[in-house]
T-cell receptor, first 112, second 117 residues
């Protein structure tokens, strides 16, 4: 039972354009969501997070949007840069637990 | 962010041997550490959660006698893969958390690539 899903395994975007990565979840008890970037053979690097009390959080080029009614979150990267090419994982955490449930990842390729 | 290290970064061993992987939080006290494994092109799957000074809590389907976890101090947790077999070959990643942080923030180590021949 995949509680956190990223339905697009890959995405290609032209440099300078917007990258939009999507994530859906099924558990309404999740109250904290994160995005991580990962390169092959390395650990995930934290990008941005959002609490369920908010619907948007912005940090530089990265913005995360949360739609609780749709159980959907998205990561916007603008402008996209070739260095953003990596696998992006969304993760969710539930109230009272420190466990993360990771999505299946989306491989982003930013074309120069 | 906080720094978490793992050692070794990669290990190759023969089938039947045991392998120990260390996870250290270098600049903060990790009350909780997590162990994940990742197969190629797949998600990070949580294996177990360990709190300092207590027994680890294993996720469903993870054999606790095969994957021994020790969290003896606030800066060190170890994962021992006992009697390793080729199907145990994977990328193992630890993360560390401090419950005094604002949210449930986890800091990840760089991972350990295990190859069992």
């Amino acid at each position: 039972d995949q509680q956190v899903k990223q339905n697009s395994p890959s995405l290609s975007v032209q440099e300078g354009r917007i990258s939009i990565l999507n994530c859906d979840y099924t558990n309404s008890m999740f109250d904290y969501f994160l995005w991580y970037k990962k390169y092959p053979a390395e650990g995930p690097t934290f990008l941005i997070s959002i609490s369920s009390i908010k619907d948007k959080n912005e940090d530089g080029r990265f913005t995360v949007f949360l739609n609780k009614s749709a159980k959907h979150l998205s990561l916007h990267i603008v402008p996209s840069q070739p260095g953003d090419s990596a696998v992006y994982f969304c993760a969710a955490s539930g109230q009272g637990t420190y466990k993360y449930i990771f999505g299946t990842g989306t491989r982003l390729k930013v074309l120069a | 962010g906080a720094v978490v290290s793992q050692h070794p970064s990669r290990v190759i061993c023969k089938s039947g041997t045991s392998v120990k992987i260390e996870c250290r939080s270098l600049d903060f006290q990790a009350t909780t550490m997590f162990w994940y494994r990742q197969f190629p092109k797949q998600s990070l799957m949580l294996m177990a959660t360990s709190n300092e000074g207590s027994k680890a809590t294993y996720e469903q389907g993870v054999e606790k006698d095969k994957f021994l976890i020790n969290h003896a101090s606030l800066t060190l947790s170890t994962l021992t893969v006992t009697s390793a077999h080729p199907e145990d070959s994977s990328f193992y990643i630890c993360s560390a958390s401090n419950r005094q942080s604002t949210y449930n923030e986890q800091f990840f180590g760089p991972g350990t690539r295990l190859t069992v021949l």
